[in-house]
């Protein structure tokens, strides 16, 4: 099984070779698709010479270009891309004041993006991010308890997943009663379940006679009894002690982790006023190294208004993407049209969950929409993608959204059906690498139909559907080149190779990480691409992500991450 790392290593080794600096703003030229070929220089506008504030040469830069474009060298001046073409043709750019970086022909690829986003791991609780084992897990909580004080709840980061252990499942509310007998123990997973021993479940009263409510789940054993599992909704009578509240110096430590991977623009996908008021702080501090693009989540467009804050406001640094909804849950919560597979299935009668009715969702997305906002909607399953249809429909028929780049979320499991109302609409999808880490998992709950179809990227783009890349982390580890990998293989980490026939090209997984993410926050002519005129955010790899062995491509790291033309990490362990 291949080693998931650990979020608060990662962030305190990123923190220690990061150089944290501001970016800058620009405009530019968009892209489209194509495969890459090697050519000569790729700007033939005029350019002064000696004008360069950097040139970087003798390399193998793949620009993501309109023309899919490989080169060996560019020029960077005031933040943004001057030149790109041959070693010989940037030379005469640079004078005196220039740095001139020899790449020695190392590969050069566009900054990464991640479009969906809500943070890179870690936190307060329990890591249990490199249990491999139940018997990790339960040695973590045991010695948490060995210090808790009187009326502490344990609650562990929910930066992992069953997927990961050897058994391939959660442990029971019995087991973790056993790690720690009498103390309240609540084991976060992803965005959608708690796991609670049985002195949490007596804390809050559940039992096998609570009510389920809409949208939720309380998952019961073969004998009837409680697993400890809450699924969404269900999550509810949980009152969980509060995290730390952001400060500028933790946001800075999120950006230092994600530049250590090469990823210099994230989509947030769902946050708050507040939080959004702290990345602004930061980049007005001059201390951005990541550039933000935020969707809003549990706020109405009359609150947003009162705030002064309007749907594409912002800079190249921060800025709002829209709005985030969700119809269903996760892994184990998909809507769908057809029953999970058994024993998940439940006789036949477990179809996931509807976790907002159809007629609230129309009315919300109408009242968005008709505000000038444009929403993002959180959908699993098949019945989800459905019920998103719909509400969109019945904005549009109010006002075109056609136009204005609403999206799903996941998307995760389609019918061949639903593509015609998805290119009616214009719909953009925003697809995740799930499949990387919870394979078995997904093979147990959906059958090998279902499961190995999961994520269809390869349907998608050959509809010409707008797709763009992501790992919704903590949920999935925030390491952009197994995502890579993962797109061009459909291997995962435990569950072997999952429906071939929806792997993409080299080139199109890496367009799917940087330019058709910037296609999704309309920020296309600013970045996404190396390009004259762009902003200068780029990545020097470890290796030529065209040529190696695809199964290298999951081992590739980012050497040196640059915004704005100023480097914000460096590999200590592999300098230039």
Same mark, same amino acid.
């Given at each position: 099984m291949k080693s998931v790392p650990s979020s608060l290593s990662l962030i305190a080794a990123a923190s220690a070779s990061a150089i944290l600096v501001a970016g800058c703003g620009g405009s530019g030229g968009?892209?489209?698709?194509?495969?890459?070929n090697a050519v000569g220089p790729t700007d033939t506008s005029p350019v002064t010479p000696a004008s360069a504030d950097a040139i970087f040469i003798n390399g193998?830069?793949?620009?993501?270009?309109?023309?899919?474009?490989?080169?060996?060298?560019?020029a960077v001046k005031d933040g943004k891309f001057l030149s790109v073409g041959s070693t010989d043709e940037i030379k005469p750019l640079a004078s005196a004041n220039t740095q001139v970086v020899d790449l020695k022909g190392r590969t050069v690829i566009p900054g990464l993006a991640d479009g969906h986003f809500h943070s890179p791991g870690g936190g307060s609780g329990i890591d249990i991010s490199q249990a491999r084992s139940l018997?990790?897990?339960f040695a973590k909580i045991s010695d948490a308890a060995k210090t808790a004080t009187p009326g502490q709840i344990l609650v562990s980061n929910s930066d992992w997943h069953e997927a990961q252990l050897k058994e391939q499942r959660t442990p029971t509310a019995s087991e973790l009663e056993a790690a720690a007998p009498g103390i309240p123990v609540v084991l976060v997973r992803g965005g959608h379940s708690y796991f609670l021993n049985k002195t949490a479940l007596a804390k809050w009263s559940i039992t096998t006679s609570s009510p389920v409510p809409a949208g939720g789940a309380i998952p019961r054993d073969a004998n009837g009894d409680l697993t400890g599992e809450l699924v969404d909704t269900a999550r509810n009578p949980v009152e969980l002690p509060p995290p730390p509240p952001e400060t500028q110096a933790s946001i800075e430590k999120q950006q230092a982790v994600l530049n250590s991977y090469g990823l210099t623009s994230v989509r947030?996908?769902?946050?708050?006023? *507040?939080?959004?008021?702290?990345? /602004?702080?930061?980049? $007005? !501090?001059?201390? =951005?190294?990541?550039?933000?693009s935020v969707l809003f989540r549990g706020v109405s467009p009359?609150?947003? *208004?009162?705030?002064?804050?309007? /749907?594409?406001?912002? $800079? !190249?640094?921060? =800025?709002?993407?829209?709005?985030?909804?969700a119809v269903d849950g996760g892994f184990e919560g998909a809507h769908t049209t057809q029953a999970y597979a058994e024993p998940m299935g439940q006789g036949g009668t477990y179809f996931g969950l509807a976790t907002m009715p159809q007629a609230a969702f129309n009315d919300s997305v109408i009242a968005f929409n008709n505000a000038g906002?444009?929403?993002?909607?959180?959908?699993?399953?098949?019945?989800?993608?459905?019920?998103?249809l719909e509400g969109y429909e019945k904005a549009s028929a109010a006002k075109d959204i056609r136009q204005t780049g609403w999206t799903i979320e996941h998307a995760a499991i389609?019918?061949?059906?639903?593509?015609?109302?998805?290119k009616a609409l214009n719909l953009r999808m925003s697809v995740q690498d799930h499949l990387y880490l919870v394979a078995p998992i997904l093979k147990n709950y959906l059958g090998v139909d279902r499961y190995s179809q999961y994520s269809p990227i390869r349907t998608y783009l050959d509809a010409g559907l707008l797709v763009a890349g992501g790992t919704d982390a903590p949920v999935i580890p925030i390491n952009p080149f197994w995502g890579l990998y993962h797109l061009v293989s459909r291997d995962s980490i435990s569950g072997g190779v999952a429906g071939a026939n929806q792997a993409t090209s080299r080139e199109e997984a890496l367009r799917v990480l940087t330019l058709n993410n910037a296609k999704l926050t309309d920020e296309a002519d600013i970045k996404g691409s190396i390009e004259p005129a762009k902003l200068a955010d780029f990545v020097v790899i470890s290796g030529d992500i065209m040529t190696i062995p695809t199964g290298e491509i999951e081992d590739l790291k980012a050497l040196e991450t640059y915004v704005g033309g100023k480097r914000v990490y460096q590999n200590s362990s592999t300098p230039l």
């Open positions: 968009s892209s489209g698709f194509g495969g890459f193998k830069v793949v620009t993501v270009d309109n023309n899919s474009r490989v080169a060996q060298a560019f018997a990790d897990i947030v996908a769902g946050t708050s006023v *507040a939080a959004y008021r702290q990345l /602004q702080q930061v980049r $007005d !501090s001059g201390r =951005s190294t990541v550039r933000y009359d609150a947003l *208004a009162s705030q002064g804050i309007k /749907q594409g406001e912002g $800079d !190249s640094l921060v =800025s709002v993407w829209g709005i985030k909804m906002w444009r929403v993002a909607t959180h959908a699993v399953g098949d019945a989800a993608i459905d019920q998103v389609m019918r061949p059906d639903q593509l015609p109302k998805l």
